[in-house]
């Protein structure tokens, strides 16, 4: 019914209703048909409707309904400042501050914040505040910044309330209030404001203005991503991974860390990485093994500081330390995104092998210390199985229509351990008898 009251009034030519009509065929939730939203958006303009400008203006800049096309925006988007529209100038400004479509032009953008604010846009105040507050285009002026951010929440900003209570949160402009702070991010969150939602779960979480408050972080957090910010998608995988609230979860935390990826969180791939070796290490024998490789690198730092006469050779055999740990690590988070098979990973141990055996010649005057360090890696990898990673790496359906048995789970089930060990050392100038001695004793 939303869209057929519009009908009679687009027939005869009223250009308001045809941006109105056209609004809701962009909502989610509603009827989504972007053709159908330009061609009446285009119908409007052909009007001289500047709103219609403005919002067919927005969709060029982000390719909604084609290519990203930032020239066509600024055309529109100067056409609607010239018949007067704030909302055009803010748009205008914001790619001129980005450097969208042009050269960042701090100059030009505040020009353009001036002119909406003088027709009360209160986006532009925010903008033009946050500008001031981090002295983009001029000195840092709290003053000028506070006076602009309080106009604009009495117009209701949720943006400027936001702001406003970070500098009273860092006390950037006066003392420090979490009081006003919080009242602050609390008006923002009832505006649906998902960045307030994201600090006020933070100081939920670590106890600023009260007490601390893990279970209302994570009601925060969630409302937060339900509105796809990724801020939020982080702070909640990290408390999976780390336990807050609840038990560590490492699944539930990747798979947040992941869908902040997608949204372009530039910040979360090392955690990311971190929480998926967090997840792998859960299986003993990738543990095992990493904790063989670790054992390497104890013995260097040993060796270092008793042998100055040996310490170019320590250097050399540190990089081979960090080699076996990334080449393992890179496997790891490799299976993650791409399904290891069988003969990946038969190539995956070969190298390995091969790279874990490279310095033995170098180590030959050592060979009675160095020997049961390779030899404990080697036992440490024969452990691992292919099926245990593809499950750590959350593909077991892809791969399994039915449970696997405890001899399964293991790429070497159903082998003795000298045949195991003997299959891994065969290129190695590590005896099977050295290898089977310390496995017995380990």
């Known amino acids: 019914m939303a869209y057929e009251q519009y009908e009679e009034r687009i027939a005869a030519g009223d250009s308001d209703a045809m941006c109105s009509c056209a609004l809701l065929y962009l909502k989610e939730g509603g009827k989504v048909d972007l053709a159908k939203a330009i061609e009446l958006y285009e119908q409007a303009i052909a009007l001289n409707n500047s709103v219609a400008m403005c919002h067919r203006g927005r969709m060029h800049l982000y390719g909604q309904g084609g290519e990203v096309d930032p020239a066509k925006a600024i055309e529109l988007y100067e056409r609607a400042i010239a018949l007067n529209n704030p909302s055009a100038m803010y748009n205008r400004a914001c790619m001129h501050q980005k450097g969208q479509g042009g050269e960042v032009d701090p100059a030009k953008a505040i020009a353009l914040y001036e002119r909406a604010i003088a027709l009360n846009n209160s986006a532009a105040m925010s903008d033009r505040a946050w500008m001031h507050q981090k002295g983009q285009g001029g000195e840092v002026d709290y003053p000028k910044a506070i006076a602009l951010y309080e106009r604009a929440i009495a117009l ?118 971190r929480a998926c070796l967090k997840h792998f290490k859960k299986n003993k024998n990738i543990e095992l093994l990493f904790i063989a490789i670790d054992k390497m690198e104890l013995y260097l730092n040993k060796a270092y500081s008793k042998d100055s006469q040996g310490k170019n050779k320590i250097k050399e055999l540190w990089g081979l330390h960090t080699a076996l740990s990334e080449k393992l690590k890179n496997f790891l988070l490799t299976s993650i995104r791409l399904q290891p098979t ?19 010649k170098l180590m030959q005057a050592h060979r009675q210390q160095w020997k049961p360090i390779i030899a404990n890696i080697l036992i440490a990898l024969t452990g691992i199985g292919l099926f245990a990673i593809i499950i750590k790496a959350g593909l077991t359906k892809a791969v399994c229509k039915k449970p696997m048995s405890f001899n399964q789970v293991f790429f070497f089930a159903k082998t003795t351990s000298e045949r195991l060990i003997a299959g891994v050392v065969k290129n190695s100038d590590i005896e099977v008898e050295d290898v089977l001695s310390i496995h017995i004793n380990r």
């Open 156 to 273: 209701n900003n949720s943006v400027a309330m936001v702001n406003r209570a970070w500098m009273h949160e860092q006390g950037q402009g006066g003392k420090v209030d979490l009081a006003k702070a919080i009242e602050l991010y609390e008006q923002a969150i009832a505006l649906n404001n998902s960045v307030a939602m994201c600090h006020r779960g933070r100081m939920h979480l670590n106890g600023q203005g009260g007490e601390v408050d893990p279970a209302k972080a994570i009601e925060l957090y969630e409302r937060a991503i339900a509105l796809n910010n990724s801020v939020a998608m982080v702070n909640r995988a990290w408390m999976h991974e780390h336990g807050q609230g609840g038990e560590i979860d490492y699944p539930k935390a990747i798979a947040l860390y992941e869908q902040a990826i997608v949204l372009k969180n530039s910040g979360v791939a090392p955690t990311y990485h």
């Open 342 to 360: 069988k003969d990946s990973f038969e190539r995956f141990k070969n190298e390995f092998i091969e790279l874990a055996n490279s310095k033995n």
